[in-house]
């Protein structure tokens, strides 16, 4: 749980820079494609290609190529088809699919997780709701690609941990997500970027250069790494504790308006529905089997 809450501290750090000195100044695919880069940069020093199988290779960068590759082109994609607010409304269901995919990977079905998962998504409609408007449908559903993607490559990471030898230094192989992450992010900026929006200030590279170094590159790596030590529960709810953490960031160092009351009630819910699913967990293992 520690990586989590480090990894969304740091991400809710990263997406008011993306706001303030990026989002609309520098073309996305291009940030994309820079943060990929440099994520895997930090960890090529590292890989020992014959920790993994040819198949496992493949699953990681498979993983790497879902979670950052394509759900980067959904989420972006979904800008020009709805408003900043529906784009933030829809993100909430992720904790949803964490759940359902999750039991699906691993064989099995738990509703509590599903609870407290809907849980953590009352909470965050409660912060990010705004209303909206008709004709959404079409942007709907590529957020919800987006969202997909994110999960699966969280619990198809932890698929995967689990059939790795427990002694198998993650570091070590994890260069391996980051350039399948980069087969999609490179044709994806030469077919859809903007050669004409690049950086212009050392401003907006020092940004891409947290983003790429630390925000992507050590926050998916422990992100996912926490994602293996969590129970699916705690994973899903963590999908949306970025919401508040976010929004706390924003108001305290950039000022910008945010409705209080609606914050400390969404984020009493989310970290309501994590205290109810560790006393699950507790009470379950308190069972004799």
Do not use: K
Request: proline share 4%; glycine share 10%.
């Amino acid at each position: 749980m520690g990586y989590l809450i480090g990894v969304t501290a740091l991400w809710a750090f990263s997406f008011s820079l993306i706001g303030v000195y990026l989002a609309g100044q520098v073309d996305s695919y291009f940030a994309v494609l820079v943060r990929v880069m440099l994520a895997a940069l930090v960890f090529l020093p590292f890989l020992r290609p014959r920790l993994l199988a040819g198949r496992q290779r493949l699953a990681l960068m498979g993983l790497g190529a879902v979670q950052l590759g394509v759900m980067y082109i959904f989420f972006y994609q979904s800008f020009l088809l709805l408003t900043v607010p529906e784009v933030l409304l829809f993100t909430i269901f992720t904790p949803l699919y964490v759940t359902l995919l999750d039991d699906a990977l691993f064989g099995r079905f738990t509703p509590f997780y599903l609870l407290t998962a809907a849980l953590a998504v009352v909470g965050a409609a409660v912060i990010r709701y705004d209303g909206i408007d008709s004709g959404f449908l079409l942007g709907f559903l590529v957020v919800q690609g987006a969202n997909l993607c994110f999960a699966l490559g969280q619990v198809g990471y932890r698929r995967l941990s689990a059939e790795l030898p427990a002694e198998l230094p993650r570091h070590s192989v994890f260069a391996w997500f980051y350039l399948g992450a980069l087969v999609v992010a490179l044709p994806a900026f030469a077919l859809l970027g903007n050669a004409s929006a690049l950086p212009t200030t050392s401003v907006h590279w020092g940004v891409l250069a947290w983003l790429g170094l630390v925000a992507s590159g050590l926050g998916y790596f422990f992100w996912n790494l926490g994602a293996t030590r969590v129970d699916a529960g705690a994973l899903a709810i963590m999908n949306n504790a970025l919401i508040p953490a976010g929004l706390l960031v924003n108001l305290v160092i950039w000022n910008r308006d945010a409705d209080l009351l609606r914050l400390g009630l969404g984020g009493a819910i989310i970290v309501g529905s994590l205290v109810l699913n560790e006393w699950w967990l507790r009470r379950r293992a308190a069972i004799p089997a």
